[in-house]
């Protein structure tokens, strides 16, 4: 099993990145998918996640608004939109999967199995 999270790099303050978050070796849809951070020197943390039969979404209260996580089953992928990208949002940001998260999604990471390498998103003028 391999969870791949891609898509960030160094982005102005309000601009916009997608990561994405690939796997091989199992089918995203029978999992709730979540999306951490960790920024330098903090611990990490939970960012979004989106539950694995009926699509159901939640944000941290600091990027509500801002993010939106979707998932393509056909591409096996999940995303993270993230607009109007702020310099505390600078960090790794890694994705997992919740086998039990069917009708609901949370960002407790003792839920969560497997976990993909990070992509760095850098967030600065």
């Known amino acids: 099993v391999q969870l791949q999270a891609s898509g960030g790099g160094l982005v102005q303050p309000g601009g916009s990145l997608r990561l994405s978050c690939a796997a091989s070796g199992i089918t995203l849809d029978h999992y709730a998918i979540g999306w951490f951070r960790q920024a330098p020197g903090k611990e990490r943390e939970g960012v979004s996640c989106?539950?694995?039969?009926?699509?159901?979404?939640y944000y941290t209260a600091s990027v509500q608004g801002r993010f939106t996580i979707s998932r393509d089953n056909g591409k096996n992928t999940v995303y993270l939109q993230m607009n109007s990208l702020k310099p505390e949002d600078t960090a790794v940001y890694y994705c997992?999967?919740?086998?039990?998260?069917?009708?609901?999604?949370?960002?407790?990471?003792?839920?969560?199995?497997?976990w993909g390498q990070g992509t760095q998103v850098t967030v600065s003028s």
């Open positions: 989106i539950s694995s039969s009926d699509g159901n979404t």
């Open positions: 997992a999967t919740d086998p039990l998260g069917r009708t609901g999604c949370t960002l407790a990471e003792i839920k969560y199995d497997y």
